[in-house]
């Protein structure tokens, strides 16, 4: 009985250690404290302050009377309104504001963004509309409204105030996105839409724990995988092969660690 004791004994106090070894990896790296950005308030990863942002994603400037937001390597700089605790950035892209104030037809096409190393960024809250080319004679679903006015570029646009996503489309038409405004006062279509750009940046919880908990930097690889970057430490590939950690249940957890991990390790001492 005594050996088979000590050997679950052996293998708990393993787990303990290496959780609170992976614990004590402490928090975000040294060099990407939070920052302060004048009236967005203190912010973080995934944003930075510096060029080439090490500490983010995106970079900020804050020096600017206007803070800026540079959404990709060499991009366009935007006026950034505000950015929210759930990691929304709303931003001035000048063009757009020009295009839906004036009622333009160039206003209909998606926007072009940048994808995060967590997946594209996402549009919050938008509007979606059909754009169908002006050869279709009758739209399907009849509670749909129409905006003709770009019938002279042989496109009419087909939207509903509730928003509905449809599930299939004539083949004339393809579907597009925008910025919705929360707080419509009128509904006519260029109302619903808003000027200001909200983008969701997501961040996924393995970047999330990669930079808060283990004080490295989450980037893709060149195959488009995460790899958590630690300065003194190197590369730390464990973060997309341990499937033990994505275990919630912490009971759970433990015989993961047992019956996955610790065979492995065997194996590699054996
Ligand atoms: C931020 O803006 C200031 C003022 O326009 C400029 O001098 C500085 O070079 C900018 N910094 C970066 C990192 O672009
Ligand atoms: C951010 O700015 C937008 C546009 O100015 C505004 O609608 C929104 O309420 C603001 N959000 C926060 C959290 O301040
Ligand atoms: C529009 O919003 C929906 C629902 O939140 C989201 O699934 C979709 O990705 C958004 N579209 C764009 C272009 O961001
Ligand atoms: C929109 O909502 C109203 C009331 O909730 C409903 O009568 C109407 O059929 C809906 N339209 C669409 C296109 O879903
Ligand atoms: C619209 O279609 C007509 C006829 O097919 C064509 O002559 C015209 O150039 C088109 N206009 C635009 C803006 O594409
Ligand atoms: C806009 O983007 C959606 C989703 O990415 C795509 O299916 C659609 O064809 C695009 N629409 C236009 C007009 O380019
Ligand atoms: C980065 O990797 C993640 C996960 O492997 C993937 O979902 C994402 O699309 C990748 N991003 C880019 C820009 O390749």
Request: net charge positive; proline share 10%.
């Given at each position: 009985m005594a050996p088979a004791y000590s050997l679950v004994f052996f293998l708990l106090s393993n787990i303990v250690i290496l959780h609170s070894a992976e614990e004590e990896w402490g928090q975000h790296p040294k060099e990407c404290s939070p920052f302060d950005c004048g009236k967005l308030g203190k912010l973080s990863f995934p944003f930075s302050?510096?060029?080439?942002p090490i500490c983010g994603w995106y970079t900020i400037n804050c020096s600017e009377a206007v803070q800026k937001v540079q959404l990709e390597k060499s991009g366009k700089w935007y006026a950034v309104e505000n950015i929210s605790q759930a990691n929304i950035v709303t931003i001035r892209d000048e063009v757009f504001h020009k295009r839906l104030k004036s009622h333009d037809c160039e206003t209909f096409n998606n926007l072009t963004l940048p994808r995060s190393p967590s997946g594209p960024l996402k549009i919050t809250p938008n509007l979606t509309m059909y754009r169908c080319d002006s050869s279709l004679k009758r739209f399907p679903h009849t509670d749909f409204r129409n905006y003709k006015g770009c019938n002279h570029y042989n496109f009419s646009i087909y939207y509903s105030i509730n928003d509905s996503l449809l599930l299939t489309l004539p083949p004339q038409c393809s579907i597009i996105q925008l910025p919705k405004n929360p707080y419509p006062i009128h509904t006519d279509l260029f109302s619903l839409l808003a000027a200001d750009i909200s983008l969701e940046v997501f961040v996924h919880p393995d970047c999330h724990r990669c930079h808060f908990k283990k004080g490295g930097h989450c980037h893709n690889n060149t195959k488009g995988e995460f790899q958590c970057h630690h300065p003194t430490r190197g590369i730390d590939m464990e973060i997309d092969t341990n499937?033990?950690?994505?275990?919630?249940n912490n009971y759970i957890k433990i015989l993961c660690f047992i019956f996955i991990i610790f065979p492995s390790l065997q194996l590699l001492i054996l």
């Open positions: 302050n510096t060029t080439p499937i033990c950690r994505q275990v919630s």
